[in-house]
């Protein structure tokens, strides 16, 4: 079985000998037992604070809810908000400490916010002179195949903040490790690697349980789904939220699901497959209102393009639904979501054709590829 980085703490202990610990984690940070590593940092450091992503430290909090700072009832240690006003600690906030740690199952998409939560605390590590440990973990979707076209820095965001392709291809560890080098951060960098992982490993291959990373990713393989229907969360379809199927399904009241499977057969995409159906969601977009849409199946996860999938989906459903919009820009920001999930506004604007797109997506995951064995860590 795989071995994470925080099972393999006490090879390590020399690094938080007479030093003040702060911990970014939330509920995937356990060892195998499922015994916390707020837990096992509090057992074998001085643990003084805990830092806390999006969906909070325990994973109770629903996507784009603001955050307070707040205290840890089981260690007592203050928990301070990196989703609220605040994405990246004041010196104010880490002043106490001499580790900073993080520890978080990532799941390999650009746009989720936890790796931008490790930029940001890793350039307040740099600044305030701090050791930087990151506990290893899987790639959700296997830190070997890249796919997707680069951000347009244009467009950075809290959903994509350095130019990195949709599936990038790397563990948590070693994207510490191309930040830090590639985009000069550097900081004091530590990452405890994992043992018995191999490159090609997605979780399921690890043969370790799996825990939510947040409230809408609920199984291993939605790290794959995701990857494709994440794209709607910037237009007036549902990506499945408020159902027991988030990302793993898509629709809206008027889609027109029928020519939409025609049309999905007719592309012919790789290792999937889709069916109609109908669905309620209970909260989010179209709430308590009857969407008709499509379940995605993956049938073959190493031959899956979710990007190309993705952008096929988008393309055909706004060429044949006149319903079809994209949403204006949450909280008067500079670009709207589709913007910055897709990396930039070649969607929205139908400047690119979605050959051109997958031609774009191929050149970028070849240049990537070559940038990103650099900070491999693993065969």
């Not at 909090?61 to 989703?83: F, H, M, R, W």
């Amino acid at each position: 079985m795989v071995k994470v980085g925080i099972e393999r703490i006490d090879e390590y202990l020399d690094i938080f000998k007479n030093k003040r610990v702060g911990l970014i984690t939330n509920q995937t940070g356990v060892d195998i037992n499922f015994k916390s590593t707020i837990d096992i940092l509090n057992e074998k450091t001085n643990l003084v604070a805990l830092y806390s992503p999006e969906h909070g430290v325990r994973g109770n909090i629903q996507a784009g809810i603001k955050l307070e700072n707040y205290i840890d009832p089981a260690t007592s240690c203050p928990v301070y908000s990196l989703y609220g006003k605040n994405r990246k600690p004041t010196t104010k906030m880490i002043q106490n400490i001499d580790v900073l740690c993080f520890d978080i199952q990532d799941v390999g998409a650009r746009y989720y916010t936890f790796i931008y939560t490790l930029a940001y605390t890793m350039m307040s590590a740099a600044e305030n002179n701090l050791t930087y440990v990151v506990f290893d973990r899987p790639n959700l979707v296997g830190a070997k195949t890249v796919e997707g076209n680069i951000l347009d820095i244009n467009y950075r965001s809290f959903v994509g903040y350095y130019p990195l392709p949709e599936r990038y291809g790397l563990t948590v560890g070693e994207l510490a490790k191309l930040y830090n080098e590639e985009y000069k951060i550097n900081c004091k960098l530590v990452v405890i690697e994992m043992k018995n992982y191999e490159r090609s490993m997605d979780f399921e291959d690890t043969k370790r349980l799996f825990v939510s990373p947040s409230p809408n990713i609920s199984t291993a393989l939605s790290g794959y789904t995701y990857l494709a229907t994440c794209f709607f969360e910037g237009t007036n379809m549902s990506e499945g939220r408020g159902t027991t199927s988030p990302f793993k399904i898509i629709g809206a009241p008027w889609l027109k699901t029928h020519e939409l499977i025609k049309d999905l057969e007719k592309a012919k995409l790789k290792g999937v497959a889709f069916r109609e159906l109908y669905f309620t969601p209970m909260f989010s977009k179209h709430k308590g209102i009857l969407c008709k849409g499509i379940e995605l199946y993956v049938t073959n996860k190493k031959i899956f393009e979710p990007v190309i999938t993705g952008f096929t989906l988008l393309y055909l459903i706004k060429e044949k639904n006149k319903e079809f919009e994209f949403l204006s820009p949450y909280h008067a920001g500079k670009h709207p979501m589709i913007d910055l999930l897709t990396g930039g506004n070649f969607v929205r604007k139908n400047s690119k054709t979605l050959k051109e797109i997958i031609k774009k997506i191929k050149e970028d995951s070849i240049s990537f590829t070559l940038l990103k064995e650099r900070y491999h860590l693993y065969g």
